[in-house]
């Protein structure tokens, strides 16, 4: 993977052309759908059959821009180590810091 842009953020490099081609299809899709839609509206009057094509045209774009972004790394795993018993720590029920709450 190439380095980000900044915090969040990948370079379109990052991505496959091919992941990058079937976003644009699924896009470009969901504008027929749209103009589908249209002309239900205006030739054939029907305007249920609009609503469900908007619903679903813009649902298909949504679905294009979302495969033009690349997923966030997980930052990698903190081992965890349970509390031993010799830790006179472990035993209290308060985890404030004492310092931060006040206590001294």
Same mark, same amino acid.
């Given at each position: ?23 644009? !299809?699924?896009? #470009? ?5 749209? +103009? *589908? ?7 054939? &009057?029907?305007? $249920? ?24 790394? !997980?930052?990698? #795993? ?5 509390? +031993? *018993? ?7 029920? &308060?985890?404030? $810091? ?7």
């Amino acid at each position: 993977m190439l380095p980000a842009d900044g915090p969040g953020r990948t370079t379109a490099l990052a991505l496959s052309p091919g992941r990058l081609a079937l976003a644009n !299809l699924f896009i #470009a899709a969901g504008t027929l759908i749209l +103009s *589908a839609g249209g002309v239900f509206n205006s030739v054939l &009057d029907e305007m $249920d059959a609009f609503a469900i094509s908007l619903v679903a045209g813009i649902t298909v774009i949504f679905v294009g821009f979302l495969l033009t972004s690349a997923p966030k790394p !997980l930052p990698p #795993a903190q081992p965890w180590f349970p509390p +031993s *018993a010799a830790d006179p720590e472990s035993t209290t029920t &308060d985890r404030r $810091d004492p310092v931060a709450a006040g206590d001294s």
